[in-house]
């Protein structure tokens, strides 16, 4: 059938919409009518070629639409299920079966090759030419798209698919990283570097938790003063201010817990040294391989603390998506608030908004 899809057809060049083929859904996929689609800081640098995703391609990664049709053995969904869409994973190697699908050992194939398996794409061109699919098993800057059952998470038909679409990879991962793994206390304090739509994502999430201390550490003023509305209760800009000496002054001696959401050496280092004694830090933000970040190890033993590496929240998306809209029907984590929607026309501004800064959360609508 006939699609519209915003291709990356060269490094570093803008999207270009043009209509492609997409072939019929093969065992164990869902065929995905889209309705909407986050723009996420992954789909840029695959653009970019940073990760070798082969081009063209049809990029996105955090989609939201309607089951149009389903392949032989799919039993999750049916025909006209809301759905959500999120990375794809084996299902079968140890990390997926103890519960850490973020961590398959297959995730790079399944999510980053552009292809099934067997080498095949579900679209192609009018000649016939493969255009890369299946980007974390969904490639939703599509109209339709035949998406891995396991990327699938299905949604109450209550749940407003226009707005969606984030939790699958941003949301998840600032909110996952607090939820899942850093678990702060009712009351314990946490400082979160960066203050884009991941770090924005774990500030709400540790108001749900009731962190009492919820320091918001960036070097933009008005990305400070508006963590402040979704309840950070104390920001620091980092190039004006020491951002550790801070921390350790607010905490009286460190912080419970941290989180970097950038990905920065430096920044990481930071955090490393504004940890408190039996402190937690996790890392979200991706940096290139090869990355070092100093850490005095001399110093650090005696803290006992815990530094964890945390890819998409280490959910499982079928279980923690649902939570999260709970938590947002709830009205106690309102991610609508990061969200700007733009027409999949304007797909490209969307882009250039998420990287200038002005929009956190870019949403197309198809
Ligand atoms: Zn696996
Ligand atoms: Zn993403």
């Known amino acids: 059938m006939k699609v519209t899809a915003a291709v990356a057809l060269a490094k570093g060049e803008p ?25 996420c800081h992954t789909d840029a640098i695959v653009r970019d070629q940073l990760y070798p995703t082969p081009l063209p391609a049809v990029l996105g990664h955090e989609g939201a639409g309607i ?26 190697c140890s990390s997926c079966v ?8 297959h995730l790079y194939d399944l999510d980053f090759s552009g292809a099934r398996p067997d080498g095949s794409t579900a679209f192609t061109t009018d000649d ?10 969904q490639s939703s800057f ?8 396991r990327s699938v998470v299905k949604i109450s038909k209550d749940a407003p698919l226009e707005l969606m679409g984030p939790l699958g990879c941003g949301i998840q991962t600032g ?6 793994v850093l678990r702060p206390e009712a009351g314990s304090s946490i400082a979160i570097f960066g203050s884009g739509a991941v770090g924005m994502s774990g500030l709400l999430a540790a108001v749900v938790v009731n962190a009492t201390t919820i320091i918001a550490v960036d070097i933009v003023d008005s990305r400070l003063e508006f963590a402040k509305t979704l309840g950070a209760t104390h920001t620091i800009n980092s190039k004006n201010e020491d951002a550790v000496a801070r921390i350790r002054e607010i905490t009286g001696g460190g912080v419970n817990y941290a989180l970097d959401t950038t990905g920065n050496k430096f920044v990481f280092a930071q ?13 979200v933000g ?14 650090l033993l005696l803290t006992g603390l815990k530094i964890s590496m945390v890819i998409e929240g280490d959910s499982v998306p079928q279980t923690f998506i649902p939570q999260l809209i709970s938590l947002y029907e709830a009205g106690v984590f309102p991610f609508d608030k990061l969200v700007k929607k733009y027409d999949f026309a304007d797909i490209n501004e969307a882009f250039a908004d998420s990287e200038s800064g002005v929009t956190l959360k870019p949403v197309v609508i198809f």
């Open 98 to 105: 103890s519960g850490h699908p973020s961590y398959c050992i």
């Open 286 to 299: 991706a940096a290139a391989p090869g990355t070092e970040s100093p850490i005095d190890i001399g110093s």
């Open 142 to 149: 599509a109209s339709i798209s035949n998406v891995a059952e």
């Open 15 to 39: 999207l270009v919409i043009q209509e492609l083929i997409l072939d019929a859904p093969r065992a164990t996929e869902v065929q995905v009518r889209m309705v909407a689609t986050g723009v």
């Open 175 to 180: 909110a996952g990283a607090v939820l899942n």
């Open 128 to 137: 016939g030419t493969p255009i890369s699919s299946h980007f974390f098993g």
């Open 271 to 283: 955090m490393t040294k504004s940890l408190g004694v039996l402190g937690h830090g996790a890392l």
């Open 67 to 92: 089951v149009e049709a389903i392949g032989e053995g799919v039993t999750s969904v049916e025909v006209g299920d809301h759905v959500l869409l999120s990375f794809s994973s084996c299902g079968v």
